[in-house]
Nanobody, 124 residues
């Protein structure tokens, strides 16, 4: 399994930006489809975005389309989530995850590797 460590979270005002990073170790992420999920207090973990092995395909939840951008650098073994125009509703713990296939990408099922998460708090 690949080990994943998220970073870049923090406190930001509404309208601001953050860039999350997910650094992988143990295996190269070039074999993995990578995704970002988030979980707010009292809510289930939900899909945010995913990117395929080469970066040629990306998918986003409707609530982040046009505001968030996922990218990857397979040489640096890192995945990124650029978050712009942040809203208080974006407050959550953000998790990076990896899986082998792109099938049913919006569910947590199939993601075999998970990071510990990084807290993002957006103040109004």
């Amino acid at each position: 399994q690949v080990q994943l460590v998220e970073s870049g979270g923090g406190l930001v005002q509404a309208g601001g930006s953050l860039r999350l990073s997910c650094a992988a170790s143990g295996r190269t992420i070039s074999s993995y489809v990578m995704g970002w999920f988030r979980q707010a207090p009292g809510k289930e973990r939900e899909f945010v975005s995913a990117i395929n092995w080469s970066g040629s395909r990306t998918d986003y939840a409707d609530f982040v389309k046009g505001r968030f951008t996922i990218s990857r650098d397979n040489v640096k073994n890192t995945v990124y989530l650029q978050m712009d125009s942040l809203k208080p509703d974006d407050t959550a713990v953000y998790y990076c995850a990896g899986r082998y296939s792109y099938f049913d990408i919006v569910t947590t099922t199939g993601f075999s590797s998970w990071g510990q998460g990084t807290q993002v708090t957006v103040s109004s």
